[in-house]
């Protein structure tokens, strides 16, 4: 069966500091992955998508950026974290027949 | 663009009581819908999903949703609610096409009163 990991579950960051979350899926190929982010008291925001190895859209410019260096690894990335970066990172994936599966989720506060 | 709204940020409601969670969605054709729940500080899960057919659809923990095309709503419903279903529950909308991004709604935090 298919599953996600996502990893850490929380995280406590200086600004300024770097970041890196990190997802990883089981039992699939080519997923199509994403990363949300869903600040305290809100919806969630789509940061980007990938449909392949190497291949990231984002959606809103930000902060962060992402990589996909293999078929079912995932990277959320920052040079340099600000206060407004924390909130519940959410990975996702999707086998094309709209299994839509999420991660446990990261919970970031930059102090 | 495609957007979802869902109206009420905080409903209440007594356990053993009916729940209904509204859901409206702008989309130039029909979208697949979907219904999630998020317990606190979790991921989220699927409820259920409308891609096309019957309108009343069905999902896990008891609860269904009704697709209505002219109304463009997909509201969720759950006849008798337990104190486990306390949670936030977002619905969300796609496209048909390759990519198949989400847009959810800002959610709806559902509080079960004993």
């Known amino acids: 069966s298919q599953t996600i990991h996502q990893w850490p579950a929380t995280l406590v960051q200086p600004v300024g500091s770097p970041l890196s979350l990190e997802c990883t899926v089981e039992?699939?190929?080519?997923?199509?992955l994403y990363w949300y982010r869903q600040a305290a008291g809100r919806g969630l925001q789509l940061l980007f998508y990938?449909?392949?190895?190497?291949?990231i859209s984002s959606e809103v410019p930000q902060n962060l950026s992402a990589s996909r260096p293999q078929d079912r690894q995932f990277i959320l990335s920052s040079k340099k974290l600000l206060l407004s970066d924390s909130g519940f990172y959410l990975c996702?994936?999707?086998?094309?027949?709209?299994?839509?599966?999420f991660g446990s989720g990261t919970r970031l506060t930059v102090v | 663009a495609q957007s979802v709204t869902q109206p009420d940020i905080h409903i209440t409601v007594s356990e053993g009581a009916s729940l209904e969670l509204r859901c409206n969605y702008s989309?130039?054709?029909?979208?697949?819908l979907f219904w999630y729940v998020q317990s606190p500080g979790q991921g989220l899960q699927l409820l259920l999903k409308?891609?096309?057919?019957?309108?009343l659809v069905q999902g896990i923990k008891g609860f269904e949703a009704e697709f209505k095309r002219s109304q463009s709503s997909f509201n969720l419903r759950k006849p008798s609610v337990h104190w486990s279903d306390a949670a936030e529950y977002f619905c969300?909308?796609?496209?048909?096409?390759?990519?198949?991004?989400?847009?959810f709604g800002g959610g709806t935090r559902v509080l079960v009163k004993p």
């Open positions: 996702a994936w999707n086998d094309r027949d709209y299994g839509y599966t």
């Open positions: 039992g699939t190929s080519n997923p199509n």
């Open positions: 990938s449909v392949g190895i190497g291949q």
């Open positions: 989309y130039g054709a029909t979208p697949y």
């Open positions: 969300a909308v796609g496209p048909k096409a390759a990519g198949n991004k989400l847009t």
């Open positions: 409308y891609f096309s057919g019957d309108t």
